[in-house]
């Protein structure tokens, strides 16, 4: 009906902020990574996963899709040799998250699979200066007058208020804090697939379903504004197009509107690479699209990248 | 017109005789009649030679190693499957007889390549480095394995943190088998559920941990489920039924093999022993192949090492077998066949090694009219989540069939290891029982790399 992260940030008493934050600038303007070498290996592969996997001609999204993030990821990891604290990461797939909170009188609740979480041991650092936090009280969350923000959502009878990451994983689990989310979408029809936007918003729910299952394990189950803010990242592709979003959480009163409210960083859309040519197209005798991957766009992997080494660098 | 050249090369006051004159030049340049060859659409043994003749000169002249693949596998019949993982009794003979490959058990002795020898050590694995053909070296083998394993846990100390990779290790499982809540593993899939994962997480850690001290794993690309097939020829048979009853055709073979995870790297890996070693002898078996059982069908010959020949990560480093469900030990012991338990190991580990060290040297432009050059060297880890066997394999030779293996002294080898657990049980978070060796086994493969590096 309308743009799904504006519902999402009602939804979660959060305001959003083009692009990504400082921190995560700094890394990236770092010199000290090596970060053009790396460049290389990227198109490579991209190059793997779009085009050299399969014995067949092409393969398709729902090969290519995770193909691709596990050689990114393949790749981030291998910086570990540089970066030795960079191992006390641990990827879980098939992850389960369910998280319940109250917002404004509306009891709401998030679960499902959520795709892939990486966890470390050690949190990231929040990345909103206290005076931005404090700064946040000024918001307004736009409403949606005359519609209900509770829309498209499925009203459920709810007999037990799940509120757990802490479920998902046992006690004494040492990679206690989850570091970032990976979405993959990758079916093979596009109707299957979520839209930028609808993944954007899918990406804020469950960053926020995480740091808020973290921050009541953390801090316990009543409202208030945190003093140790979480961080949660959250990467989503469909194999071409990234969204990086950097989510903070500042408090966990949500019945209110006012207050202190929730932070997120969003960097939307960015190509990897413009088109991959598995044949070369010919017309009327001429190659008009040769064979490779073309418009290269190693900015989104150093985003990438960056996101990945937050928190360690 | 001959009698004409022939004069006017002749000098005045010579005599001309019909033999041959001196100082006269040689016969004339060109032949008097074109040679005499087979025809190409007869049907007699002449004509067949001459037509697979061609076929050689055809796939020789390929411009490019895509062609070559093409060509080599176009002409489909049916052949046998070869399926790496087998249930079939006393598979690896077979197999190993398929391949012409020799089974030398324990590991390589290996050299300085992987880590400065200690002192004491080093003297004894200097020795072993030494490559032995012929009847020494099983036993070279199992000496320097033994002396291998001390001078491996003093040598490993300073250079490779095992506590480390242990807590490594143990979390990965940790996360798979008990810190993850996940839902129960679906009917006879319990290899997807815990040990899969499990495998994974560990290769990828410690992949990428050790990745600062090999640079090879530093430039390597990592395969989840990846594909790897090969198709050859071997020995001959008469076709049975049919329109082509009584013809004389060779075996066709294909390996159609999906590792659980590889690791593909750019630099090929250093040869073990010498292309021309002898290690010990090829089993023969006077049975046709469909004794085994193995079952013949007709469909795309595949040559292939998990991604096309543009990568350039062409050569292969190791691969991490995961046994399926119904290959696991429980019902071997159920059904009394103990003995079967390595032979599954075994014939993973020769069948699927193989057919990736054979695909990568096809990727080079090698075929069996042009044998390998250098030999190919890959290894492998075959388990079942709790139980790991390690092999090696070194590719000498790719001529297999019929006309070439004649002359062909040549003999691929495959090291490799009975399978040992890697932790006892895991119990209330905590792994009981971990063993340090096939760890530092793991370690050893993945950090092995070419000398320059």
Known sequence: VFPGVRQAQWLTKTKLVEGLPPAVQGILDNPALGLQEL??????????ARLWDTAEVAPRREQY???????????CRLMSGKYPSLSKRMLARNFRIAATWERESILLQIRGLSGILMNSMTPIPPVASKEEILATKEHVLETFYPIAPTIDLQEVNVYKELNDTGQCFRDGYPYSHPHTLFFLESANVRTDRFRPEQLRAKMLMFAFGNALAKAKALHGNDPKVLEQPVVVQSIGTDGQLFQFMVFQLNTTDLVSNDGVKNLVWIDSDQNLYERAQCVPEIKKRVVTKPAGISGFQPDTFKKFLALYLHGTV | MVALRVWRLLRPGQRWFSETVPGAPSPPDSPLYPPVLASITAKSKAAKSRRLQRFNERVHAAATVEEKLRLYGKLQRPKYMVYPQTFALNADRWYRSFTRTVLVPGMPPRGAAAKPPVAAAGATLEAGRAPEPGAEAPTAAAASGAAEASGAAE?????????????????????????????????????DHTPGPFLTQLVSTLAASLSGRNPLLAASSLDLNPEVNYYWHHGEEVVAHGYRKGRVDPVRFQID?????????????????????????????????????????????????????????????TQFHLLPDRLKRERFIRDRLEDQIEVVYRSNGIASLFAWTAAQAMYQGFWSEADVTRPFVSQAVV????????FCYQLNTLALTAETIKNNPRKNICWGTDSKPLYDVVEGGNVKGFNDEVLLQLVRFLLNRPKEL
Do not use: M, W
């Open chain 2, 257 to 317: 093999d999906n590792p659980h995870l590889q690791i593909r790297v750019p630099k090929q890996l250093p040869e073990v022993v010498p292309l021309e070693s002898d290690l010990g002898d090829v089993p023969v078996i006077d049975h046709k192949p469909s004794k085994l059982p193995l079952f013949k069908k007709q469909y795309e010959n595949k040559v292939f090492i998990g991604s096309k020949v543009a990568d350039p990560c062409c050569y292969g480093h």
């Open chain 1, 65 to 75: 899709c995770p193909t691709l993030f596990e050689n990114l990821i393949h790749v």
């Open chain 1, 39 to 48: 460049e290389e290996r990227a198109k490579h592969v991209v190059s793997h």
């Open chain 2, 383 to 390: 388990t079942d989540g709790k139980y790991f066997a390690f």
């Open chain 2, 155 to 191: 040598g490993a100390v300073p250079y490779v943190d095992v506590g480390e990779l242990r807590s490594l290790a143990c979390d990965a499982l940790l996360q798979e088998s008990f810190y993850q809540n996940k839902k129960r593993p679906f009917l006879y899939r319990d290899q």
